[in-house]
C-alpha cells in the first residue's frame, strides 16, 4: 500500500534525511500530539519518521503499532512485534486492512502515521474514516503523500474530492481497477524501473488486491487538503518541504 518497491520508497524518502534546519523545524508543530503518546501506523515502517529524518515520530513516541494488509508484502516481512525504535518496547503488530481495523476500539490512540500509504486505498475516505474512529478526541494525522509532479504519476491529474467521495458513497472495494486504464496509459515507466516492462507492470497491475502496488489517486497540495477537510479533519500545516513529499499535520476533533 505504498510505492511500487522498498527500494523506491527508499529512494524518494531519502531526501528528508539532508533537509534543511529550516524545514526540519516545523516538526515542532508535530510534537505535542506524539511525545510521549501511542500511536498507529498504516503501513510502516516509514524512513520519513525515523531519528534523523524530517518527521522523527520514531523518537517521540511511547509506543506506535502498526497495521499493514498482509504479514508479508512487496516491502516487507512482518513479525508479531512492531519494532519502530530499538530504545523503546515494540509495539504490536495488525494484519488488516487499513480501511478496517476491526479489532480496534473507538478511540485508542493519541495519533495515526500514513507515508506513501493512501494514494493505495482504492477507497481513501473509507480509510480516512476508519483512522478517524480509532483516534481519541483530539488525536493527530501524520500524513505524507506523494506529490504527483514528482513522481510516475505525473502525467496524470490530481484526483477530484468529489470522485473519491463517490467512491466511498458506492461502497468502493480493494479489489477496484477502476482507474487502471489510466494507469497503463500515463503511468511513467522511466521513473520506474522496479516496475518492469510494460508488460511486466500489467501483469502485476492486475493482481493488485495481491500486492497494492497501484496509485488508485493521486495527490497534490489543494486536493490533500480539501479532502481531509471534506472528511472532517482540521489541517494545521501542509507542506511539499523537499520534492516529492506533501507532509500534513491534521487534527481531530469529534463533532
Given amino acids: 500500500m505504498r510505492s511500487v518497491s522498498r527500494r523506491f520508497r527508499q529512494r524518494i524518502e531519502r531526501p528528508f534525511k539532508v533537509a534543511e534546519q529550516g524545514h526540519l523545524k516545523k516538526f515542532r508543530l508535530f ?6 503518546k501511542i500511536g ?45 525504535n530499538a530504545q523503546k518496547d515494540p509495539g504490536k503488530t495488525i494484519v ?31 480509510a480516512l474514516k476508519e483512522w478517524q474512529r480509532v483516534l481519541k478526541p483530539g488525536g493527530a494525522l501524520i500524513l505524507a503523500l ?11 491529474k490530481p484526483t477530484a474530492v468529489r470522485h473519491m467521495l463517490q467512491d466511498f458513497s ?40 495481491s500486492n497494492r502496488c497501484l496509485h488508485h489517486h493521486v495527490f497534490d497540495k489543494q486536493n490533500s487538503r480539501e479532502l481531509l477537510t471534506a472528511v472532517g479533519f482540521q489541517v494545521l500545516a501542509i507542506d511539499t518541504v523537499i520534492s516529492p513529499h506533501i507532509l500534513i499535520l491534521a487534527h481531530w476533533t469529534k463533532s
Avoid at 66 to 72: E, K, L, R, V
Avoid at 146 to 156: A, L, N
Fill in 31 to 36: 510534537v505535542p500530539f506524539v511525545q510521549g
Fill in 40 to 84: 498507529l501506523e498504516i503501513g510502516g515502517p516509514s524512513d520519513v519518521f525515523r531519528p534523523g529524518n524530517a518527521l522523527p515520530v520514531y523518537e517521540e513516541a511511547l509506543r506506535i503499532d502498526n497495521c499493514d494488509f498482509s504479514g508479508a508484502t512487496v516491502w516487507t516481512q512482518h513479525s508479531s512485534t512492531f519494532v519502530f
Fill in 96 to 126: 488488516s486492512e487499513g480501511s478496517a481495523l476491526k479489532e480496534v476500539a473507538d478511540s485508542t490512540y493519541d495519533f495515526v502515521l500514513s507515508s506513501h500509504n493512501l494514494e493505495h486505498f482504492a477507497n481513501p475516505v473509507k
Fill in 146 to 156: 506523494p506529490y504527483y509532479k514528482d513522481i510516475f504519476d505525473h502525467r496524470r
Fill in 170 to 209: 458506492s461502497g468502493t472495494a480493494e479489489s477496484d481497477l477502476t482507474h487502471l486504464p489510466e494507469i497503463l496509459e500515463k503511468h511513467d515507466l522511466s521513473m520506474d524501473l522496479a516496475a518492469g516492462t510494460r508488460e511486466e507492470f500489467h501483469r502485476r497491475s492486475l493482481d493488485n488486491f
